[in-house]
Nanobody, 123 residues
């Protein structure tokens, strides 16, 4: 059983930056690919980014490519999402999740989920 807790959300102006963190406990962190998803009101959950178990490989959703960077620190059991050049359309609840699969982008492939952290980008 893996528990995930996100932090770092908040209110930021368009063009600004935020860094989200997701701390894991209760499992073998290095066994899992770690992903970030987001969900805006009235919309489906959207894939944001995923990082491989070792951290060597990453994959991003088209809407965040070249603006967001996912990373992980296996010693600290933490995954990060650096978000730059934020836009109002990035406003959503951001979730981290853990998957036993390699670099999955579908939410159904993730077994463990955090409770989410709100990111609001003002124009």
């Amino acid at each position: 059983q893996v528990q995930l807790v996100e932090s770092g959300g908040g209110l930021v102006q368009a063009g600004g930056s935020l860094r989200l963190s997701c701390a894991a406990s209760g499992g073998t962190f290095m066994r899992y690919s770690m992903g970030w998803f987001r969900q805006a009101p009235g919309k489906e959950r959207e894939f944001v980014a995923v990082i491989s178990r070792s951290g060597a490989r990453t994959f991003y959703g088209d809407s965040v490519k070249d603006r967001f960077t996912i990373s992980r620190d296996n010693a600290k059991k933490t995954v990060y999402l650096q978000m730059n050049s934020l836009k109002p359309e990035d406003t959503a609840v951001y979730y981290c999740a853990a998957s036993a699969n390699e670099l999955p982008s579908r939410s159904g492939e993730y077994r463990y989920w955090g409770q989410g952290t709100q990111v609001t980008v003002s124009s």
